[in-house]
């Protein structure tokens, strides 16, 4: 499955160090990762939000992975809005096993500003 990511500078940084193939550990305060499953979804909240947070070094930009598909039928997909928000929730605890499945390279997207 296609899925996508929307992160900020230094989160970008961080599967940079990676050569682009794991996503990092989440940081206290963040329970769950969560991959989005379309672009429009991860387009707005990069360039709505993320460019926002200091965190985020003001910086939005929309990752696209694969995942392989058995490993994420253990998971429920979520709406958190309008139909199209739609994500998965992955424990913070679960995230290396999810990283584990990922194929292939992390690709950034789109930037904004």
Known sequence: MILYRPV???????????????????????????????ERYAVEIASRWNIKDKRSGHRGFVTRFEVEDSFLSSYEVQTVGRAYHQEYWIPAGELTQFNQHIIGKIEVIRAFP
């Open 8 to 38: 900020g500078e230094q989160e970008l940084a961080l599967i940079a160090e990676s050569g682009y193939t794991v996503f990092p550990p989440r940081l206290p305060g963040q329970p769950i990762f969560y991959p989005v499953l379309n």
